[in-house]
Nanobody, 122 residues
Framework: QVQLVESGGGLVQAGGSLRLSCVASGRTFSSYTMGWFRQAPGKERAFVAAISRGGSSTYYADSVKDRFTISRDNAKNTVYLQMNSLKPEDTAVYYC???????????????WGQGTRVTVSS
């Protein structure tokens, strides 16, 4: 069982930056592929980024590529999402997720956080 707690959301102007954090419970954090998803108002939850267990491989949605960076610190049981050049369309609740599978491109995750809200004003 893994419990995930996100933080770092807030209100930011377009063009600004935010860094989201997600802290995981347990001693097996490094055995999970980690991902970030988001759900905008009135839309379905969408994949944002994923990172491999050791952190050497990453995968991004086209909409955030070159603007967002996912990283992890296994010593701190934490995964991050650095978001730069934010746009109003990035407004959403952002969720951290974990899965046992090592495949970055699949979106079936077993554990989810409660989400943190990001609002980008124009």
């Amino acid at each position: 069982q893994v419990q995930l707690v996100e933080s770092g959301g807030g209100l930011v102007q377009a063009g600004g930056s935010l860094r989201l954090s997600c802290v995981a419970s347990g001693r097996t954090f490094s055995s999970y592929t980690m991902g970030w998803f988001r759900q905008a108002p009135g839309k379905e939850r969408a994949f944002v980024a994923a990172i491999s267990r050791g952190g050497s491989s990453t995968y991004y949605a086209d909409s955030v590529k070159d603007r967002f960076t996912i990283s992890r610190d296994n010593a701190k049981n934490t995964v991050y999402l650095q978001m730069n050049s934010l746009k109003p369309e990035d407004t959403a609740v952002y969720y951290c997720a974990a899965k046992s599978s090592a495949v970055l491109t699949t979106t079936l995750y077993q554990y989810w956080g409660q989400g943190t809200r990001v609002t980008v004003s124009s």
